[in-house]
C-alpha cells in the first residue's frame, strides 16, 4: 500500500474520534483484503461498544459549538474539505482501487463526485430561510425556522466507500449537526483517509468521527442512544430494516438508501445505439455492484434482436482485471461470496430456460473476478428476476406493450432506480407517473448529483440524498407562535 501512495499518511489505520487518532481498546483488528489479488492491505481497528460510545460522546459535545457557528462559517470548512480532496484525487482514486477493485477511472470518478456535496451544501445551508406565516387569528403571527437534529450516525456500504462519506456528512454537518461515520468493514481505508482530511483543514475535533469495527456493537450503541438524533443508512434491505427497529424505541430520525431491481425499458421508438450505450455503463459499472444498476432489461419484442446485439458487443470490449491496470474496465467482485451469489443467480436462471449469450461463469483470471454475462429469456419466477444480482449480469426478456412493461417493472418489493428508452414524450410522462420507483432515468442513466434527491420507495428505503431534500434530512422545523401584538 505505502509504496502506491505519494502521501503515506492517507493511509490510516486508525479510527477518528474526538480528533485523537486510536486502536480499540482491547487492541483487536480486523484485516482488510485487496479483493484483486486476495493479498492483505493492512488492518483497522476492531471497535466495539466502547469506542462507540466515546464517539457519540464525542459528537455530542461538539455539537453546542459547531451547531453554533453560521452558516458561512461551516460552510468555509466544507469548501477546504472539498479542495482537499481534489488536491490529493490521485492517492485516494488509488486506496479506492486497492480496496475495493473498481478501476482507476471509475475510483476518480466516485471521489469527484462524492466531493461535490461539500460545495453544494456548504451553499445550500445558506439558503435554509424559515417563514412568516400569515396570521392565522388576530393578534397572533406565526413563525418557522430549520434547526439542526443533533448527533447524526451514518453506517455505509463497500461498494461506494468514498462517495458515501460526503453524501451523509457534507449536508449533516452544513446543517450544524456533528457525524459518527461506521463504514463498511471491506473498505475502511476511504472512510479514514477522508478523516485524514478532514483533519488537515481543521473541522473541530469531534465533529467528525470514524469509527470501525463491529457492525453489531457499533450499530447496537448508535441506534440505542438517546444523543443519537438520526441515522442514515445505506447497505442490504435486511440490516436497514433490523437498524430501523432498534432505532424505534429512541424516535429517531432515520434515512435508508437500500437494495434495488431496477427495471430498464426499451421502447420500440428508441435509440438503440444509445440505450445499448446507457445499458453496458449502467450495468457494468463497479463491475455492477451498484444499487441503481439494471438489474431487468425489459425489451419490446420488435426492437429485442438489435439491443442484444448492440449490447453483446460492447460486452465484448469489456477488459477485466486488477482496477489499477490503465486498460481496466471492469474489476473484480468484492469477495468470494459476492462470487458465488451471483453464480448462484445465473445457474437458477440457466436451470430454468434462459439462454447464455456471453459469460455465465468466473473468469479465467480466477479469484473474485466474474466474466461479464449476457443472458436472455428471463422469467418473472427465476430468482434472477426478483434478487439483487448485485454482478455482472445482464438479464433480458422481452415484452408485447407498454401495459406489460410497466406490470413487470413493478412487479418486485423493490423501488429505489428505473429506466426509460423512449423518444415518446407522452409516454414519458405516463412512465413516471405510472413507475413505482424513486427515481427514473430517461434515455440517460446518470442519476446520482449533489444537486438532485436520489432514494426509493417500497423496500429500498426512505429519505434523500442530494438536493435541497437532502439537507433538510437534517434538520427540523420550529415554529413558534407570537401573541398580545395587537
Ligand atoms: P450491508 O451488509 O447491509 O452492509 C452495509 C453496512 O451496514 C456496512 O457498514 C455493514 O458493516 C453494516 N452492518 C451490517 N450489519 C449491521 C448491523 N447489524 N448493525 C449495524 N450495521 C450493520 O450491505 P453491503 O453488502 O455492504 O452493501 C450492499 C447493499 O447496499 C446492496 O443491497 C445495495 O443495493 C445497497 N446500496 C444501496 C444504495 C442506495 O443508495 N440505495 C447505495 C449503495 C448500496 P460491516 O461491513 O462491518 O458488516
Not at 162 to 177: D, N, T, W, Y
Not at 211 to 219: E, H, L, M, P, V
Not at 379 to 407: L, Y
Amino acid at each position: 500500500m505505502h509504496r502506491i501512495l505519494q502521501d503515506k499518511s492517507l493511509f490510516r489505520p486508525h479510527c477518528l474520534i474526538n480528533g485523537q487518532w486510536r486502536d480499540a481498546a482491547d487492541k483487536s483488528v480486523l484485516n482488510v483484503i485487496n479483493p484483486a489479488n486476495g493479498k492483505q492491505l493492512g488492518h483497522v481497528p476492531n471497535c466495539g461498544a466502547e469506542e462507540a460510545r466515546l464517539a457519540v460522546e464525542a459528537a455530542h459535545t461538539a455539537f453546542t459549538a459547531w451547531s453554533a457557528k453560521s452558516p458561512q462559517e461551516r460552510g468555509a470548512y466544507l469548501h477546504a474539505w472539498e479542495q482537499a480532496i481534489h488536491a490529493n484525487l490521485e492517492d485516494l482514486a488509488r486506496l479506492l482501487t486497492l480496496e475495493q477493485g473498481k478501476p482507476l477511472a471509475e475510483a476518480r470518478g466516485e471521489i469527484l463526485q462524492g466531493a461535490s456535496y461539500f460545495p453544494w451544501y456548504a451553499e445550500e445551508a445558506r439558503r435554509v430561510s424559515g417563514e412568516v406565516v400569515p396570521g392565522f387569528r388576530q393578534g397572533v403571527q406565526a413563525l418557522t425556522r430549520h434547526a439542526p437534529v443533533g448527533v447524526a450516525a451514518a453506517i455505509t456500504p463497500w461498494n461506494f466507500p468514498m462517495s458515501m462519506i460526503p453524501r451523509k456528512v457534507a449536508p449533516a454537518l452544513a446543517a450544524g449537526c456533528t457525524a459518527i461515520v461506521k463504514p463498511a468493514s471491506a473498505t475502511p481505508y476511504s472512510a479514514l483517509a477522508m478523516a485524514e482530511l478532514a483533519m488537515r483543514v481543521g473541522i473541530p475535533a469531534g465533529v467528525f468521527n470514524v469509527i470501525t469495527g463491529s457492525a453489531g456493537a457499533i450499530g447496537s450503541v448508535i441506534t440505542e442512544s438517546p444523543l443519537v438524533r438520526k441515522l442514515s443508512f445505506t447497505g442490504s434491505t435486511p440490516v436497514g430494516k433490523t437498524l430501523a427497529a432498534q432505532c424505534g424505541p429512541t424516535l429517531k430520525r432515520v434515512s435508508l438508501e437500500l437494495g434495488g431491481n431496477a427495471p430498464f425499458i426499451v421502447f420500440d421508438d428508441a435509440d438503440i445505439d444509445l440505450a445499448a450505450r446507457m445499458a453496458l455503463g449502467n450495468k457494468f459499472r463497479n463491475a455492477g455492484q451498484t444499487c441503481i444498476c439494471a438489474n431487468r432489461f425489459l425489451v419490446h419484442k420488435d426492437v429485442f434482436d438489435a439491443f442484444v446485439r448492440r449490447l453483446l458487443q460492447g460486452i465484448r470490449e469489456l477488459k477485466v482485471g486488477d482496477g489499477l491496470k490503465a486498460d481496466t474496465t471492469m474489476g473484480p467482485l468484492i469477495n468470494a461470496e459476492a462470487v458465488a451469489h451471483v453464480d448462484a443467480l445465473v445457474r437458477d436462471a440457466l436451470q430454468n430456460g434462459a439462454c447464455r449469450i456471453a459469460g455465465g461463469q468466473a473468469h479465467k483470471l480466477g479469484g473474485n473476478f466474474y466474466e461479464p454475462t449476457l443472458l436472455t429469456g428471463i422469467k418473472p419466477d427465476m430468482r434472477i428476476f426478483r434478487e439483487e444480482i448485485f454482478g455482472p449480469v445482464a438479464a433480458v426478456m422481452s415484452f408485447e406493450d407498454e401495459e406489460e412493461a410497466v406490470a413487470l417493472a413493478n412487479d418486485t418489493e423493490y423501488g429505489l432506480a428505473s429506466y426509460v428508452c423512449t423518444r415518446d414524450m407522452a409516454r414519458t410522462w405516463r412512465l413516471w407517473k405510472s413507475l413505482q420507483y424513486g427515481m427514473v432515468g430517461v434515455n440517460d442513466a446518470g442519476l446520482a448529483s449533489a444537486e438532485t434527491p436520489f432514494g426509493g420507495v417500497k423496500g429500498s428505503g426512505m429519505g434523500r440524498e442530494g438536493g435541497r431534500e437532502g439537507l433538510l434530512e437534517y434538520m427540523e422545523t420550529h415554529y413558534a407562535l407570537l401573541g398580545g401584538i395587537g
